[in-house]
Structure formats: C-alpha cells, structure tokens
C-alpha cells in the first residue's frame, strides 16, 4: 500500500506531540550545532527571568513553574540561536543572482547575519558597510523624497514593545503614517471586525478562563503545529470532559490525538488523548454558512423551548442590557435557508445542530480562531459572526467565556497597541504630543496591501522593514517582487538572510540585529525588553546568549541610529538617553498611552500584567455603548468563488516551517516527508479531473488579470482528506497563484485561504 503512494507521501497514524516531538527538537538542535548551549536556552523560554519565546503568542501560565515543552518553540529558538553564520566571506563568495537561485529554507540555514551589508551591482554581491556609513546613506535617500508618503515602513510581529514604539516615533517625526505590517496579512479581520462588535480589537479572554470552561470551539486554526502549548491547555480541558468542537477543512493531527510531552504516563504508555469531542470538515471560505447554520439552529431550539412553555436558550436579560442589533440578526438568519447553509459549509444539517446543542448546553463557552476564519474575502464579517454567536448566550465578559482570536507572531498584538497603525486615533496623537511636543499627521498611511500597490505603481520610493519577509509573504510574488526592483532604497533590519534582501533596489542595506535570545547591553547595563501576548499580558523578555557577533545592534538602537541620521534634533527626541536605558523608552510609552500605567514597576512584577480589555468587564467601547450585532449579509464568502470548475485553494503552514522561514521539508503530522510542492485534493475531485494520486497538476488562480500570471506548474497532487470543493497546499509556494487585488474589503486581509484556482493535468 505505502509504495503506491507518491514519493515522500505516507499515512501518519500516531498522535501529534509525544515521543516524535522529542525527537525532532534532538534533530534540530544537532543540525543547528547547539547541542550544549540550545538546551540551556531551551530552559529558559518563557519563565519569568528569562525570554519570550520568539515562536508563537500564546500566554505563559501564571505559575511557570516547571519548563513548557514546545517542539516548535525548540526549533524557533534554535533556529535563532544557531552557531552558523551569514558573515562578509559568506557574501563574499555568493553573488546575489546565485543567492537567488537557493530555495528559502537554504537562505536562512546559512546563518545568523554578522555584519551591515550594502549591495553593489558592479559586483552583484553584498559587501560590508560601517554602521554611520549605512546611516548615512538611508538618510540621504529618505531626505531626498519630497514627500514623506513616498516611503514605507514596514514592521513583522517579532518586535518587542520598544523596538515597535521606537520605529514609530522615527516615522511619525519623520511625516507619514505608513504602516505596512504583517497583522495586515493575518488577524487585521479581527482588529477590525471586534471593535465594531464589542469596542476592543483583542481577544477577552485569559488562559485561567480555559479552567472554567464548559465547551471550546474551534474555528479554523492549527494549534499543534502553530501554537504547541495551547495543547497543554485544550489537552488538560479534554481531561475534564469539556467538549472541544473542531471546524477545519483538514483532519489536522493534534486536534484529534494529542500526547504531552510533559506528562510521564502518556509518554511512557505511548498513550494519548483525544482532543476534539467532534470534528466538522467545514469546506474551505464555508464558516460563514457554519456560524449562521449554528445559530439557525439555537433560534430553532429557542422557539421550541419556548413552545413547550420553557424561557427559552438565549441570555434574554443579557441581550437586553448590553446588545443592540439582535432582531436584525436574528432575521438575517432566519431567512437563510437550510438548502443553501449545507451547500455552501459543506456540513449536514445534524451536524450543525449537535455543534449548537453542545453550544448551549454549556454554561461558559469559548471560541477560538486563526487563519481560517480571518484570511479570506469576507474575514470581518466571519469574526463578527463569531462576536454574534457568542452574544447570543452572554458568553462575553464572564469567567470561563469569551472570545480567543489565536495571534501569531510572538509580539504581533504589542506592535498595534504601541502605535503601529496607518490609521491613528486622536488618542495617539494626543498622546505622542504630549510625550514628544509635535503632533504627528493624522493622514491616513498605507496598510501592506496599499503600500505594496504603491510600489508597484512607482509612487513609494523607499521600503524600510523591521524585521519580516514582506517580499516573500505577499500575494502575487511577480507583481511584487517586479515593484519591489524599481525602489531607490530598500533597508532590511534582520537576523537571517531571506529572500526579500535579494530583490535589490538601487540602494539596498541589510542590518543585523539581535534576536530574542541574545543579551542586550546598552550603557547602563543588559536589558530588557516587553511584549504583550494573545491574552494581552505584558511581560518582560530578557535574552542572555552571547550575540552572533560584536557588531550587531539591537532592534531599538539601529532605529535611533537611523532617526539621528535622517531627523538631526528635530523636535529635540534624546534618542541616544532611549536607547541607553529602556526604562527611559516605557516612560514614554506610558506617556502615550496611559494604559501602561506605572509600566516599568508593573512589567518587574513576576509574569507581567494585564492591558485592560474593556469588553472582558462588560464595559463596551463602541458608538451605541453596548455590543452590536452585525449582519455580514448573504452567505457566499466570495462571488468569484462560483464558477463551476474552480476549486477553492486553502494556504497553510507545515509543521516544519515559522511563516516563510521553512526550517526543513518534512510535515510529519500530515504524512509529507522531503518535500513541499504537493497539493491535497480529495479522490473525488481527482477522479473528476481524471487525475490520481500522484499526477503532476498545474494550478492556475482565477482572480485578477494583467497581473501576474497566477500559475504553480508542475505540483504533485496527493489523496488526501479533504472536503469537495477545497483544496490546500503549502505557503509561501502558493503564494504565486493569488491576486494582490483578492483581500477582504473592510480588513485588506489578503484571502490567503479562499483562493479560486482550476487544477488541471501539468502540461509538458
Ligand atoms: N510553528 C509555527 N508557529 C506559528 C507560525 C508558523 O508558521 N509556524 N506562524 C505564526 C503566525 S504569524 C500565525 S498568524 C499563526 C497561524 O496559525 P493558524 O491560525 O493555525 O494558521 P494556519 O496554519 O495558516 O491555518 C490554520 C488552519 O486553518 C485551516 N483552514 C484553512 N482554510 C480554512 C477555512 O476556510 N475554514 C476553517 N475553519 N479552517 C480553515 C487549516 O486547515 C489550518 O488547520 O501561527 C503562529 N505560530
Ligand atoms: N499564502 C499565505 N500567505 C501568508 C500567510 C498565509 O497563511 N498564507 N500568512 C500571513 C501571515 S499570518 C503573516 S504574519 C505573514 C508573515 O510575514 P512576515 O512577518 O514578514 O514574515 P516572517 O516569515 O515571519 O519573517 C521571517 C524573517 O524575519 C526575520 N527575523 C526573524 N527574527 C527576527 C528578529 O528578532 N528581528 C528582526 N528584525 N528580524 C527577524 C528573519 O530575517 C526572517 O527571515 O505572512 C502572511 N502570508
Ligand atoms: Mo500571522
């Protein structure tokens, strides 16, 4: 049987997390060449004194007393803290063009970058460049635009709260509110769609709230691959009988058998324990039709019970005292009918009503969600039905109940709290005048998607990214990367090399900074840094390791660097007092925003506080003053879904990747082993194709023309358990077939996971 399968491809039987988990950390540690010293920081990630771990945003417990095992934390930590170096010899015997050829996992194995590097195009190479100098020369570029707006400045979520505040100030003194950033790409549906719906863009929940939980669901997120220690969580909730209702395209592993790595019985037993109580193959872009199918059914229940002389399953005094909207809801839903709610979720009626008997035969529920939900045309409204079905029962701002949107990168949600924004409120502007004494512009700047359009379009001049592979995680790589050559400055503050670096502009720098594992020392000693959680709890994060090389800089100290260049003493900012002190830092982000009150005595206290979630108390920040129900009409995520060939394409992380770093080509859990050009499709749709197991498809995508050309050639379509109608394959090599002009209106979230593609048999 194993042999009829294409190559690389196998049936993966044991449960995610256990003895496997074990193992690959061990593998990646001895590939990384820090047996001794990767251990040790192992032990320190996440624990009180130690650091953040740069993997995911998921909360530490309160008491961290013993050390979480994480694999994918393992290798995110590894990865950084690696003996192998990208130094100037390196650079020295690689041309860019040759670079260019490498796939991204062998960019990034190279190593940690030693040294500023300037490109030179008579050589084509990188060639080292002293720090004032690389200063210098972005400074002259930047000053040289005759408006601010011509330039860009992007930010990935790995920056710490006072690298993120930093790069801010030295943009907003410079003039515009550019901010491209990566929650553009991934839960800007929820920092947008959750203000409307109940007044704050974050989660409300706390990880005490999984304690105290009757049921979770989950919509469309990958936890033991993308946040292995929320398995800790959901696996102790399994434990006490808490129904775990799953909808997700894929059978992913660990929602379905997860074993502890922390628990000895089960390693031992080789045992392990079921996750999710239901699984509901929800077909890809079919939430919205699931979350009204779910509530459909509760006003069914509510009126039954209510017949039978019952007060019914709704919270009545809750919607009365704190919601407006609900009539209109509850029309909306209603008229949608039965028929068209399975077609399009893909799921059977019973399905839906035993998802909503176990919804309100709960008392406290919670609802988490990632990339599945936000990630596609209609992503606002997806997390708003979400708000709504939880409104429905009060499940909001009580203990063991609430909303979890699941972030991603390690400091995604500090990053917006601390200013990065294209869109700043008056409180922000007030803030920063009183702080710094100027009043930044209020002119609206570029989110990813418009700033992308804009260097496209030539009217964006330059690109400054703090971190990330903006490039690389972009739909329409052609159309991107052919805008991206035509910049006069490109500057990329980084720890490894990535594909982005090599699209030179006719200036390009990258600069080399610290991670999260290295110490930090500025002139009055070894620092601190903080970052805030999917939960919003801020905590300090403290990297101790021996810096790759004497001449890399911090994050904050390579944006004071550039201020002074580009600024002089406008508005007399003391960059260099910041960055000899980070206390210095949170004073002013304390002055900002009064929120971080007594920040830099709060942030000492073991584990760190919460930011204050004003829908966590019931208190709604919104225009009417109480929650909304919103209405995302019409059930079809996206009309361009429709024509009858298409097949809808899911994008999605493997389990040895973080993002576009791709650590090696395996996928255990999902049985992909070498390799990463493959497709999973159903036997179904293959057969309709008269395609097999194994044939060589292409995959063309069906939005936007005069772009770029949309094609993947050549991938390996696998059998696979997969819903009709949907199909997935990995990011960032799918990235190809998606259209820059595909995101979600309200949001500009990118529809990374409702892609419209026809697959046909690969010609030639
Ligand atoms: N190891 C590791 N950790 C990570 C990352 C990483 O790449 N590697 N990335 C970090 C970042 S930035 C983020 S944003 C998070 C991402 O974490 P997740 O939110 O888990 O993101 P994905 O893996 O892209 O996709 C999540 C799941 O959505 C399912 N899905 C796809 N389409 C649909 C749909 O239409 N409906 C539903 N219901 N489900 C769907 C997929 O099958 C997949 O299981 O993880 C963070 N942590
Ligand atoms: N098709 C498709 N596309 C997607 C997605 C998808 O699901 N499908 N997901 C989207 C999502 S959710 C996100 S968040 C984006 C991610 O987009 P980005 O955040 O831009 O990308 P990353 O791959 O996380 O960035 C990796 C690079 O960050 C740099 N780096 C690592 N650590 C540090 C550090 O400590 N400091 C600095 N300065 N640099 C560092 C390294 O050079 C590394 O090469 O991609 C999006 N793109
Ligand atoms: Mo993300």
């Not at 805008?483 to 090599?502: E, P, Y």
Request: net charge negative; with cysteine; charged share 20%.
């Amino acid at each position: 049987m194993k042999d009829r399968r294409p190559e690389g491809i196998e049936q993966y039987d044991q449960p995610a997390g256990g003895w496997g988990a074990l193992k690959a950390v061990a593998v990646t540690l001895a590939h990384q060449q820090v047996v001794a010293q990767g251990t040790l920081t192992l032990l320190k990630a996440n624990q009180p004194e130690g650091f953040d771990c740069p993997g995911c945003a998921w909360p530490d417990p309160k008491h961290t007393s013993s050390f979480e095992f994480c694999e994918n934390g393992a290798k995110a930590i590894t990865w950084e803290s690696t003996a192998k170096r990208a130094s100037p010899d390196f650079f020295a015997n690689h041309t860019v063009s040759e670079l260019w050829n490498w796939i991204d996992h062998k960019l990034e194995d190279v190593g940690r970058l030693t040294s500023p590097m300037r490109y030179n195009s008579a050589t084509d190479r990188y060639e080292p460049i002293e720090w004032e100098e690389a200063f210098s020369v972005i400074a002259a570029e930047l000053n040289k635009l005759d408006n601010p707006n011509k330039a860009e400045f992007y930010t990935s979520g790995r920056a710490s709260n006072e690298a993120a505040f930093l790069f801010q100030l030295l943009v907003r003194a410079y003039g515009t509110n550019n901010f491209p950033d990566c929650s553009n790409m991934c839960h800007e549906a929820t920092s947008v769609g959750l203000p409307q719906s109940i007044g704050v863009g974050k989660g409300t929940v706390t990880l005490e709230d999984f304690d105290y939980a009757d049921a979770i669901f989950s919509f469309g997120h990958n936890p033991g691959t993308n946040h292995p220690r929320m398995m800790t969580t959901l696996h102790n909730a399994s434990r006490r009988g808490v129904p775990i209702i799953a909808f997700n395209p894929l059978k992913e592993r660990a929602l379905e058998r997860f074993a502890a790595p922390q628990n000895p019985i089960e390693m031992v037993t080789l045992s392990s324990t079921p996750i999710a109580s239901a699984y509901h193959q929800v077909r890809t872009g079919g939430d919205l039709a699931a979350l009204k199918g779910m509530m459909k059914a509760i006003f069914e229940r509510d009126a039954a019970d209510i017949a039978a002389g019952g007060s019914g399953v709704l919270d009545r005094a809750f919607i009365a005292e704190h919601t407006v909207g609900f009539d209109a809801l509850r029309a909306d839903v209603e008229t949608t009918s039965w028929d068209q709610i399975v077609t399009v979720s893909g799921l059977t009626k019973d399905a839906l009503e035993s998802a909503a008997d176990v919804y309100i035969n709960a008392k406290n529920v919670i609802v988490c969600y990632g990339m599945g939900i936000t990630q596609h045309a209609n992503g606002t409204g997806n997390v708003q039905q979400i708000a709504n079905l939880l409104m429905l029962r009060g499940n909001l701002g009580r203990q063991g109940a609430g909303i979890a949107p699941i972030r991603g990168h390690s400091n995604v949600q500090g990053d917006r709290t601390v200013g990065i924004t294209e869109i700043p409120n008056k409180a922000l502007l007030d803030g920063m005048e009183r702080a710094f004494g100027f009043r930044p512009t209020a002119e609206k700047g570029h989110n990813a998607i418009e700033a992308i359009e804009a260097i496209i379009a030539g009217e964006s001049r330059a690109l400054i990214c703090l971190g990330g592979n903006l490039a690389v995680a972009m739909s329409d790589p052609e159309a991107t990367w052919e805008g991206m050559r035509k910049l006069d400055l490109a500057v990329h503050i980084a720890t490894k090399l990535n594909r982005s670096h090599l699209i030179t502009a006719k200036t390009s720098i990258v600069l080399p900074c610290l991670g999260r594992t290295d110490l930090d020392t500025q002139a009055s000693g070894p620092q601190a840094v903080t970052v805030e959680d999917s939960m919003s709890m801020v905590h300090a994060s403290r990297g101790f390791l021996k810096p790759p090389s004497d001449a890399l800089k911090s994050e904050p100290a390579i944006i004071a660097g550039i201020a002074k260049a580009t600024l002089g003493d406008r508005y007399g900012i003391d960059w260099d007092g910041l960055i000899a002190d980070y206390d210095r830092i949170r004073d002013k982000i304390e002055e900002v925003f009064p929120d971080f009150f007594e920040f830099n005595k709060r942030v000492r206290v073991r584990g760190g506080f919460r930011l204050d979630v004003p829908a966590s108390f019931r208190r709604w920040n919104t225009k009417s003053g109480k929650a909304n129900f919103l209405l995302a009409p019409g059930l079809d995520e996206d009309p361009l879904l429709k024509s009858p060939d298409a097949l809808v394409l899911t994008t999605i992380r493997s389990h040895d990747q973080y993002n576009t770093t791709v650590y090696g080509l395996d996928d255990r859990y999902r049985g992909v082993f070498g390799r990463r050009d493959v497709i999973f499709i159903n036997k179904e749709e293959l057969a309709r194709r008269g395609l097999k197991d194994g044939d060589l498809i292409d995959i063309r995508g069906l939005v936007g023309t005069g772009e770029g050309t949309h094609i993947v050639r050549g991938f390996t379509a696998v059998e696979y358990n997969i819903p009709n109608g949907s199909i997935a394959g990995y990011y960032p090599e799918m990235n190809a077939v998606l259209s820059l002009s595909h995101y979600d209106r309200q949001s500009g979230t990118p529809s990374y996971k409702g892609v419209p593609v026809m697959v046909s048999a690969a010609m030639g």
